[in-house]
């Protein structure tokens, strides 16, 4: 890059000499560019600042990115949710379904030059478990072992059929045996010491509240891997600075674009919009217990038959998502979505007859809470006047995040839009929102076939029978179901087409660099 | 100052009064249109009013009408054409309906809590001012620490924990601007009532409330409208930021401050629905401190402009 400044001053003629050095400079960075492309080239991605840098807790997109670059997973979850060999060459699972045997891959070391072994393994996981980390949603109870180097067996008391998704979510990073503070700074001649892991990257500078540049790991264990010569983040808090720091090639990639902001990198030849479905979704609750708005099944039909999702997805979400039903299994859940379920009908006359069929008034008339992230806003703008031709008439009450979320607000309100993210296996939506007791049950959901089917899903390992169980669950809740899913959205990122081989995930955080070149 | 009202020493007979107020009224119109600045000023205000009176009757569609095409799909970001002269927004809304409903909202809000600002500010600066002493002394220094608090910080403060409702954004505005108004008022106050047509009044044996408000009020007028008009501009554009800040008027309201938030991230693609309501802001804001340096002008105000 040259100076941007130098050659600003140059041009308004004050001074030749400031003119001339700045040819030189833009000479001498376009011959260090065309240098740097010949070998792997450094990746610049622009994002928000990782906060929590502990791999155990640290669970947005940032933090995630940061530590897959110095880490390494047992196995891995690929972009499409199969489970693919990493750390783990190859495991075996029990007949009774209850123990676990991962072969270890054998050669790697981690930065500092000392072996990986099970032990580094057994470490990580039971620290897992000792500071509770969010990982254990999936990965439920266990023992972990190991008989020899390079052999590690996970026993557990009931079968979990998520289990691999827990072993390989992305608070799992593999840490050396002992670590006591995993990524803290030390001060000294060694600042990076704590950031130890087996992963393609070594962490070779961290400024906060700048950037974190790493190198490549020079003793990688697969051979030609990584291909880039270096990784840089570059921390920029607002997502329209990120969009223009793309723009004037400060940045190679962003990820996690408001569908609003997409429009603007339209037409920039050199860019690519990058999109990958998700399960991220809205959800639209109506409270179903006694005494609550909907505890008349045919007040939440209602309100189902006002919602045009075909007009959400398509004004509000501008077509970047699918459709999505009465349930939060989405068609990225192939094996267990249900495909043939039909979808609900966009019917503001039947809304109406139902309202006043179940109120004995001609229209309906309520508050309505709307978390302020994503387009919820303009979601809830647009369902008002929708929800206004089936007699529902609602007054909206927009909530930040952190006031919302903070209070149980959330929990006791009427109606109300929240904000659910990606999961890699559907059971947690059911055990956290919509069984009796759920922590997070919204809508106080209590249907107890529906809680019955969830606790069969979470038994059952054969994914044909558990698809057939989430196919009655869906079929429940299109028809007495508390919630509406407008949309399931795709992640947006975007890339510089210098760029190779760069396959976002859908939880953007969990991308891997390790094939990724760039220039060419 | 004092020479603005010149000092009668007896109360000269009603009719003379009357006479006398109109005039005054006429002579500061003439002097608001003399000066160019200051008629401009007076006219922004003017159509504004109109616009808040008028402006929900005028406006091509509802705030919250969706525009649709022929087939009944969704019509959004569309830059200004002849049948929506500024543009369409994301959510497919007409921006120049929104602008002009948004009038009255941005009209009535500051006005009403100048008004009431207006209010307490007058009577606590014109008792103060009068009894002097030690409730001088006290009201001054409470009116000095409230002076002190930052105005948008109080402010979202105070929203942040009640919530965001019309009723707390008045009341914000009052408490902030209530001292503002006391302490000019005061100030006029002080060099008034000595004078010798206070005393004769007093002498009289005048009620104090009819020496307050029928001897020395007129005599503050001058001031006080100045301070009015700076004081509605102030509050304009304060609502505008909490609007801007989301603790304002909730959607799908035409909250020009809202409007300015919600088309912020979107510059690029459809600039036209954040350059109408951010002008409209401008140009109220504008138009009545021209107003209010007109009114300056007009009464020959050099007291402390804030």
């Given at each position: 890059?040259?100076?941007?400044d130098?050659?600003?001053k140059g ?11 700045a040819i030189?400079?833009?000479?001498f ?10 070998g792997?080239?450094?990746?610049r ?16 997109d ?6 897959r670059?110095?880490?390494?997973y047992?196995?891995e979850i ?8 990493n ?13 676990y ?5 054998s ?9 990986f ?43 979990n ?13 593999i840490?050396?045996?002992?670590t006591?503070?995993p ?11 704590n950031?130890?892991?087996?992963g ?33 983040f ?25 569908a ?18 998700t ?34 997805l398509?004004?509000v979400?501008?077509g ?11 068609p ?11 979808q ?5 006359a ?35 006047q ?10 909206i ?20 839009i ?6 890699p296996?559907p ?69 510089n ?10 939880f ?13 | 100052?004092?020479?603005?009202n010149?000092?009668i ?24 249109i ?8 007076t ?11 008028f ?7 509802d705030?919250d ?7 009944g ?5 569309e ?12 959510d ?21 809590a100048?008004?009431?600002?207006v ?14 002493g ?23 403060v105070?929203?942040?924990?009640v ?10 505005v009052?408490?902030?601007?209530t001292?503002i ?14 004078m ?20 020395i ?17 102030y ?14 008027v ?15 991230g ?6 036209w ?14 138009g009545v ?6 009114l ?11």
């Amino acid at each position: 890059m040259f100076n941007n400044d130098a050659f600003l001053k140059g041009r308004s003629g004050a001074n030749r000499l400031v003119f001339t050095t700045a040819i030189l400079m833009i000479l001498f960075s376009l011959s260090v560019s065309a240098a740097t492309a010949q070998g792997g080239g450094t990746l610049r991605v622009g994002l928000n600042e990782p906060i929590n840098l502990d791999p155990a807790t640290g669970s947005n997109d940032p933090e995630v990115l940061f530590n897959r670059s110095i880490y390494d997973y047992l196995i891995e979850i690929k972009p499409d949710s199969t489970i693919a060999p990493n750390l783990s060459s190859e495991w075996a699972i029990s007949e009774d379904g209850l123990t676990y045997t991962f072969t270890l891959v054998s050669g790697v070391t981690f930065h500092d030059g000392s072996a990986f072994s099970s032990a580094d393994v057994v470490f990580t996981y039971n620290r897992l478990k000792e500071i509770q980390s969010p990982a254990l949603g999936l990965l439920g109870e266990f023992e972990v072992s190991a008989p020899d180097e390079s052999t590690v067996v996970f026993t557990l008391p009931a079968i979990n059929a998520d289990f691999l998704y827990g072993v390989g979510s992305r608070f799992a990073s593999i840490l050396k045996d002992g670590t006591t503070e995993p990524n803290v700074l030390v001060d000294g001649d060694a600042p990076y010491a704590n950031f130890n892991g087996t992963g393609p990257f070594v962490l070779t500078d961290y400024s906060p509240g700048e950037n974190a540049t790493f190198t490549r790991n020079e003793n990688y264990w697969i051979e030609g891997q990584p291909a880039l010569d270096g990784l840089e983040f570059i921390f920029i808090p607002d997502s329209l600075a990120q969009i223009d720091a793309l723009r004037s090639g400060a940045v190679d990639f962003i990820f996690k674009l408001d569908a609003d902001q997409v429009a603007t990198l339209e037409g920039e030849s050199s860019l690519t919009i990058v999109q990958r479905a998700t399960n991220q979704h809205p959800v639209i609750r109506i409270r179903a217990d006694e005494g609550a708005l909907g505890a008349d099944v045919r007040v939440r039909q209602a309100f189902k038959l006002a919602t045009n999702r075909e007009e959400l997805l398509d004004v509000v979400q501008q077509g970047y998502g699918v459709i999505g039903n009465n349930d939060p299994i989405g068609p990225l859940y192939s094996d267990f979505y249900d495909a043939d379920l039909e979808q609900p009908a966009y019917d503001p006359a039947a809304a109406c007859a139902l309202i006043s069929e179940a109120t004995g008034a001609e229209r309906l008339s309520t508050d309505f809470y709307v978390v302020d992230s994503f387009n919820y806003e303009a979601l809830a703008t647009s369902l008002q006047q929708q929800w206004a031709e089936g007699c529902i008439d609602v007054n909206i009450l927009l909530r930040p995040e952190n006031v919302y979320y903070a209070d149980t607000e959330w929990l006791e309100v009427d109606l109300g839009i929240t904000g659910w993210g990606d999961r890699p296996v559907p059971q947690g939506y059911f055990t956290e929102a919509y069984i009796t007791g759920g922590i997070y049950n919204e809508s106080h959901f209590s249907d107890a076939e529906a809680d019955d089917l969830v606790t069969q899903a979470a038994q059952t390992t054969d994914a044909v029978e558990r698809a057939a169980i989430y196919n009655q669950i869906s079929a429940i809740f299109a028809e007495r179901g508390p919630i509406i899913i407008p949309w399931f959205s795709s992640i947006i990122g975007a890339v510089n087409n210098n760029v190779q081989g760069l396959e976002m995930h859908p939880f953007p955080g969990q991308t891997d660099f390790r094939t990724v070149t760039i220039g060419g | 100052m004092s020479s603005l009202n010149a000092p009668i020493a007896t109360e000269p007979p009603a009719k003379v009064v009357s006479a006398r107020r109109q005039s005054f009224l006429l002579n500061t119109a003439r002097q608001l249109i003399r000066r160019p600045l200051s008629l401009i000023g007076t006219l922004i205000v003017i159509i504004f009013v109109f616009l808040a009176i008028f402006g929900p009757f005028l406006a091509p569609y509802d705030y919250d009408e969706f525009i649709r095409d022929a087939e009944g799909r969704r019509i959004t970001r569309e830059a200004p054409t002849l049948a929506h002269p500024f543009g369409i927004d994301k959510d497919s809304r007409d921006v120049l309906s929104r602008v002009m409903w948004g009038t009255r909202e941005i009209m009535l809000l500051p006005g009403l809590a100048t008004t009431i600002a207006v209010f307490f500010g007058t009577t606590i600066g014109l008792a103060i001012g009068y009894y002097g002493g030690w409730i001088d002394e006290i009201a001054s220094r409470v009116l000095d620490s409230l002076l002190s608090i930052p105005a948008l910080v109080l402010a979202l403060v105070m929203l942040g924990t009640v919530g965001p409702s019309k009723f707390g954004i008045v009341i914000v505005v009052v408490l902030l601007y209530t001292p503002i108004v006391a302490r000019v008022t005061r100030s006029a106050t002080l060099n008034l009532r000595d004078m010798g047509y206070v005393e004769t009044a007093r002498l009289r044996g005048e009620s104090t409330l009819s020496i307050l408000f029928r001897e020395i009020l007129p005599g503050v007028l001058p001031a006080l409208a100045v301070e009015t008009a700076l004081r509605f501009s102030y509050a304009i554009f304060l609502i505008a930021s909490l609007g801007f800040l989301g603790l304002g008027v909730q959607p799908p309201s035409p909250d020009w401050g809202r409007m300015v938030q919600e088309a912020r991230g979107e510059y690029a693609q459809a600039w036209w629905s954040l350059w109408f309501p951010a002008g409209a802001i401008a140009f109220l804001v504008i138009g009545v401190n021209l107003m209010a340096d007109g009114l300056r002008r007009a009464f020959r105000y050099e007291g402390e402009l804030r």
